[in-house]
């Protein structure tokens, strides 16, 4: 396993750090709140715990966020193997384990996101609600998934193993396109510090960004088109929440989850792209607080989009 990287945190004065160790890793841990309703926060590509540092700070006190960062990324270590869905999962369950968290909420956006709903179709019994941020449920329709393939076309750079990690590692500008490309306005999303920060960290988490795109090839992509998650149910109550102008996971993405849901809102963020949490943190924190409030009502399936 490669040691985590010596690179300093980004400043966030109200964050804590650990680094527990979860299946023989040595994963990165931030806090937010030592007291409150906990609620598990997974971070997308291409980026790290700071994800969520604008969201923490819309939240009042009474919630305690812990936000990793996934394998490979960020300050956790590099391994070999694991990049998977399912190793994320693992490492995500035996995280809340080692923590001595029975049920929690999850949060989740982009790939974080994709990984939270795999998580609550292996282990509903963890997690008291969930809001997904900027992905498509597992039940996507075909017909609305076709028509916006093109729209991955940079997933061509990252997922060859050679190729993609030659990219993340040596090319920081297609890392800072990314970013500026799938919000809605650039100018007032990022920061030059926050467009930095993540290229150095995607350029040292290579190998992780890589083998996490090249995992969904080998066994994500045969399993949608097998549609092997139709034969599984989603009882955690979700709120999927999406951007009106994400040009990576349209809108028309969203819908159908109907018949695999108990309990599922989709709603759209006008004018926002696709990283949510930078763009509209406090539409974010407000969906948070609607989902995992003390007691709050949950109405059934009800899509508003």
């Known amino acids: 396993m490669a040691p985590h990287t010596e690179r300093p945190l980004p400043n966030d004065e109200l964050a804590e750090h650990r680094w527990p160790t979860v299946r023989g890793t040595r994963l990165h841990l931030a806090e937010y709140g030592g007291t409150g309703t ?19 700070g819309h ?14 990324f960020g300050w956790s270590e590099s391994t070999r193997r694991g990049y998977d869905m399912d190793g994320l999962a693992d490492d995500a369950l035996a995280l809340l384990d080692v923590l001595g968290l029975e049920r929690v909420g999850l949060v989740g ?53 050679v190729l993609g990690r030659a990219v993340l590692r040596h090319w920081p500008g297609f890392t800072r396109f990314l970013l500026r490309h799938q919000v809605a306005d650039p100018a ?6 926050e467009l930095a920060e993540y290229a150095a960290a995607t350029s ?19 399993a949608l088109v097998r549609g092997a998650a139709r034969r599984q149910r989603l009882t955690v109550p979700t709120l999927l929440l999406g951007g009106e102008r994400d040009n ?17 809102r989709v709603r759209l963020v006008p004018g926002a792209g696709h990283h949510l949490p930078q763009e509209r943190p406090e539409q974010v924190a407000e969906a948070i607080r609607e989902m995992f409030a003390p007691f709050a009502p949950f109405t059934p399936f009800a899509q508003e989009i």
């Open 109 to 161: 956006h982009d790939w974080g996101a994709h990984l939270g709903f795999r998580l609550c179709l292996r282990a509903p019994e963890r997690f008291t609600g969930y809001v997904a941020l900027n992905m498509s449920h597992p039940w996507p329709r075909h017909r609305a998934v076709l028509p916006n393939l093109w729209r991955l076309w940079f997933t061509a750079f990252v997922e060859y193993p």
């Open 38 to 56: 906990p609620l598990l926060m997974l971070h997308g590509f291409p980026q790290h715990w700071y994800a969520w540092h604008k969201v923490a």
């Open 59 to 72: 939240l009042p006190d009474g919630y305690r966020l812990l936000c990793p960062d996934l394998r490979g």
């Open 204 to 222: 040292q988490s290579a190998v992780a960004g890589q083998s996490m795109f090249w995992q969904y090839v080998l066994r994500e992509i045969p």
């Open 188 to 193: 007032t999303a990022w920061t030059a510090a």
């Open 248 to 264: 990576v996971v349209v809108p028309s993405m969203l819908a159908g989850a109907e018949p695999y849901a108990d309990e599922m």
